[in-house]
């Protein structure tokens, strides 16, 4: 079971949110978009109250391919054939895959602040690494992460959330406190680390796949990403995602990694301008 969140009226947009949150992410945003669009907004497998299957020794129950497969059949049992997308963080990731996978269905695509997993694995340098070392922390065999994390999610919650640019200042307390609930179940902080254990594993078996056969996103696609959070420093953003993408524009908002919190009206004028009222 996947959860989401419908609403507003005409063409359709998927939202998806990244780690570790939920679809409450969009709460400044959606209210907008769905004057235009009928948003859907939902939980990834493993995060919010969707569904958290135990992983598998391979992690293939979390890699992007079935994250993605899930959010087709989502848009299919809501009567959805082709639909936009936007996705922060891991969401940008299972949209980067849906977009491989399904390129009948994804009419259009946004990332918000990731260059493609392969990339950011390939040239991890030490500030990257620095920077992000719940990429490393959490893909570590189970249960070591699982209980470490477990012993006191919310200062789990808060160190990762806090520990980018703005710190905690984009949050509200209704977005903490969401994200908090979800994180303190113990099956939740299993899945976030088999989506992480599956980016290092099966997903770069995938991409790699991709790469060597040719294989590119052929949707017009466009990648935002903060100007002051680590994607800008470490990675070239915009080259990369042309690397994997035939038609691709970009540019960096002034704020860190959370965008949809940090600078809601920024993204909703880009969104706004990349997704004419009816794109499908």
Known sequence: MINALVGGAGAPLLLLHGAPQTHFIWH???ERLARDFTV???????????????????????SKRT?????????????????GVVGHDRGGRVGHRMALDHPERVSRLVTLDIAPTLAMYEQTSMEFARAYFHWFFLIQPSP????????????YLKSVLGGRSAGL????EPAL?????CLRDPASIHAMCEDYRAAAG?????????????????????ALWGAEGVVARCFRPLAEWRRVARRVSGAALACGHYIPE????????????????EYA
Do not use: W
């Open 67 to 83: 994250m993605a497969l899930d959010q087709v059949e989502v848009m299919q049992l809501l009567g959805f054939d082709r639909f």
């Open 28 to 30: 400044r945003v959606v």
């Open 144 to 155: 070591l992460p699982e209980r470490l994390i477990g012993s006191d999610p919310d200062v």
């Open 169 to 172: 200042t984009p949050f509200t």
């Open 40 to 62: 859907i907004a939902t939980d990834l497998r493993g995060y919010g109250d969707s569904d958290k299957p135990p992983g598998r020794p391979d992690h293939a129950n979390y």
């Open 262 to 277: 940090e600078a809601p009206e920024a993204l909703l004028a880009d969104l706004m301008a990349f997704f004419p009222k």
């Open 177 to 181: 406190a969401e994200y908090a609930r």
């Open 202 to 222: 099966v997903d770069l078996e995938h991409d790699r796949a991709d790469r060597a056969a040719g294989r590119l996103i052929e949707c017009d696609t466009l």
